[in-house]
Each structure stands twice: as C-alpha cells, then as structure tokens.
C-alpha cells in the first residue's frame, strides 16, 4: 500500500478508535494457574515527547506535581523521554529547566529526539542519525552528569540500522507494554474511552504474564505504560490515569506489588533495562496501529 493512503488510513483507524476498542480478554482457568505462578507487577511509567516548553500551565510540570503527590502511593518516578532539541519542548529555557527538575526528583531521563522536531530515525541518513543521537546524550549528560542509557524512538520505528547505532551510542531501546494513545499525532487530545483502552491492554498483556514472557526484576514484573507529557489531558488526568491503572489490575485478575508503582530510581534503572530490545530480530509488539503500519514497509 502507498504509504501516503496508510498514513490517511491510520489515521482514520485512530480518530474512529473510541467507538471500537475490544472488550477485555476474558480469564480462562489455564491463564489464572499460569499467573498464580508469577509474581505481582509493577507498573513502569514512561512519558513521550516532553518537556513541554509552554509558560502558561505547563503540562510536563502538573504531571511531575501528580506523580509526587497523588492519592495512591507518594514521589512515584518514572522515565521522561525526553526532546532535547525541539523548541517547544527540551529545546528551551524552561524545558531545560524541567528536565532539570526531573533530574533533580528522582526520575530518569531517555533520549526521544535531538533534532528540531520529531523526526523518525529512518528517514534520517547515517550520518544525520548519529549526529542526533550524540547530540542528545551530550543534551541530557549536560543536565544529569551522565549520558543517558534509554532510548525510545518518535512512532516507535527503527530497525537494523538505527538499533546498531543506539548501540554504538550506549543507548537501549524500550518499547512499551500499555499505551494510553495521547500521542498528539492524531491530532486529539481527549480520551474518552482511556479506561476500556487500558483494561483490554491489560488484559492482553496478563496473557503473557502467565505465559511467562515476561521477565521478574527486583521480585516484581514490571508492566511498561506510556503516556504524552505534552498533552495537557493527559496532564489533567494523571492522577485518574494512575488510579484507572489501578482498577484495570483488579479488573483482570493481575496482582499488584505492595507497591504498584515505582518510587525507587535505581530499581526503575534496572527495571527498566530488564525490558530492553535485546537484539533488532526479535519480534516486539508495538501499541495500537504501529505493528500494521510498520510491518508493511519491512525493517
Ligand atoms: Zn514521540
């Protein structure tokens, strides 16, 4: 298919989404033996695209605010994939000084872009790539003191090229297991439907829990999540969203560790590298409509 009408048919597939998410899975008797034999989860919380450069009722802020103080569990961290070069984003005075911020609670900083906007590490040629990715490590080890480890890239698209130059650069590619779809690429912010988007997500990734793909780190498995700092929805809704997280554990038979979410940054470090791509082969699972649209234009 002409990757222009794929674009176009995406995008209808999304706009048309809230009206036809899939109930969740239902609980059979083999899943629920294979999941008494696995530990709780944790859920690992990650945010796309930001720090929003915005001085008037920053988004990245409020779900920095939400993440210290919220009913469920006090100074939770998470990973910010961050872009250090977009104007209205880590490319500004203020998005340096949130990334700053994020550095200085606790939270882990990863490499998203270090080009002017959101480039898909594809279209980028060899030398391009790596200038952008050496361009973001010395971005974010000019706020931590550390080249950073994690990598997410924008659509999530990559393939053998761009995995073998992460690499080189240091940097680990972490995909995601449940996304909240508020990327603003659609052009939408809202999420009317978030909470049946995340139960059936969970549902899906329960399976797997107790089909044991998924590796125990620290005596938890860690359930990756994404969400869009720069969607001020999002933003508004971080608090809801943890607590949706919360309902859609008990909603599908997943048992949740004494702490759900984590507050520790060494153990989110190593939890996270634990979920890693080990190698560009193996076969992943991208949220939404990426799997289809990337499958067709073979890595
Ligand atoms: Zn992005």
């Given at each position: 298919m002409n990757q222009l009408v794929k674009v176009l048919s995406a995008f209808a597939i999304a706009v048309g989404l809230p009206g036809c998410i899939a109930s969740p899975i239902e609980m059979t008797p083999q899943t629920e033996q294979g999941l008494r034999a696995q530990p709780p989860i944790r859920f690992l919380l990650t945010f796309d695209d930001?720090?929003?450069?915005?001085?008037?009722?920053n988004p990245t802020v409020t779900v920095l605010d939400s993440l210290a103080r919220n009913p469920l569990q006090a100074d939770i961290k998470a990973v910010f994939f961050v872009q250090t070069r977009a104007s209205r984003a880590g490319g500004s005075e203020l998005g340096r000084e949130i990334m700053q911020r994020e550095q200085a609670e606790g939270h882990i900083l990863g490499l998203h872009?270090?080009?002017?906007?959101?480039?898909n590490h594809r279209s980028l040629d060899a030398p391009a790539l790596q200038q952008s990715l050496s361009n973001g490590s010395a971005d974010i080890a000019a706020i931590t003191g550390a080249p950073p480890t994690l990598l997410r890239p924008p659509f999530w698209s990559y393939d053998k090229r761009t995995f073998a130059a992460y690499r080189q650069q240091g940097l680990h590619l972490l995909l995601t297991d449940l996304s909240a779809n508020d990327g603003k690429i659609w052009g939408?912010?809202?999420?009317?439907?978030r909470r049946a988007n995340l139960l059936r997500q969970l549902s899906e990734v329960r399976e797997r829990i107790a089909r044991g793909e998924l590796p125990t780190v620290d005596g938890v498995i860690p359930v990756v999540v994404t969400f869009h700092d720069l969607n001020r929805y999002t933003a508004r809704h971080t608090r809801e969203y943890l607590q949706i997280l919360l309902d859609s554990a008990s909603a599908t038979g997943v048992k949740l560790a004494q702490?759900?979410?984590?507050?520790?940054t060494a153990a989110l470090q190593r939890a996270a590298m634990a979920r890693t791509v080990r190698d560009s082969s193996q076969a992943v699972k991208l949220p939404g409509i990426w799997n289809w649209l990337w499958n067709s234009n073979p890595h």
């Open positions: 930001g720090p929003s450069a915005s001085s008037w009722w872009t270090a080009t002017p906007g959101h480039s939408f912010n809202a999420s009317p439907r702490k759900p979410f984590y507050d520790d």
